[in-house]
């Protein structure tokens, strides 16, 4: 592991987990072996990170956020607080089902507002939006705003995460 990157003290990136120059990684955070995260990103407060977990550059994951397995972030994303990514579509606590992990992947510059849940096995958009508090349960478009339990699309934003008003259904 290199060291041009902070990791508090109170936090553990196994070894074997590889960190990017210049990421940060704050308190009571656990990185996992193998676990890739790229450079520049910051990772907030109490995050767990799995083994098979992909972060790319520039990503911000704010504080109680777990990435599990098989969960990819591309560059420029960002968690918001305590949001929740989920890898089995049926989970029991009696059955083992670690070969049954559904793919996630959110694209470069997607947004994920505090408190949404990300249901297993979808992609969301570049640039895409989703609100506080919603749950993802399909794919979303790129460019899209999303919000509401099912999360729905509501309109468009552009990349800087602000209302298309040229729209009046996406």
Request: glycine fraction near 10%; charged fraction near 20%.
């Amino acid at each position: 592991m290199a060291s041009n990157f902070y990791i508090h003290e109170s936090s553990y990136a196994d070894e074997g987990s590889i960190i990017g120059e210049g990421t940060k990684v704050w308190h009571f955070c656990h990185i996992m072996s193998g676990a890739k995260i790229g450079k520049n990103c910051s990772i907030g407060q109490n995050v767990y990170i799995a083994s098979r977990a992909i972060i790319g550059n520039g990503v911000k994951i704010q504080n109680n956020v777990s990435i599990y397995d098989d969960v990819t972030l591309e560059d420029d994303v960002f968690c918001g607080p305590s949001c929740v990514f989920t890898n089995v579509i049926n989970p029991r606590a009696f059955v083992e089902r670690k070969n049954e992990y559904k793919k996630t992947l959110v694209k470069k510059g997607a947004s994920i507002g505090a408190n949404a849940t990300i249901i297993c096995g979808i992609t969301i958009g570049e640039y895409a939006f989703i609100g506080a508090g919603s749950v993802v349960t399909k794919d979303i478009p790129p460019y899209a705003l999303v919000y509401g339990n099912p999360a729905r699309v509501q309109g468009k934003v552009n990349e800087n995460g602000e209302k298309d008003n040229s729209y009046d259904k996406y």
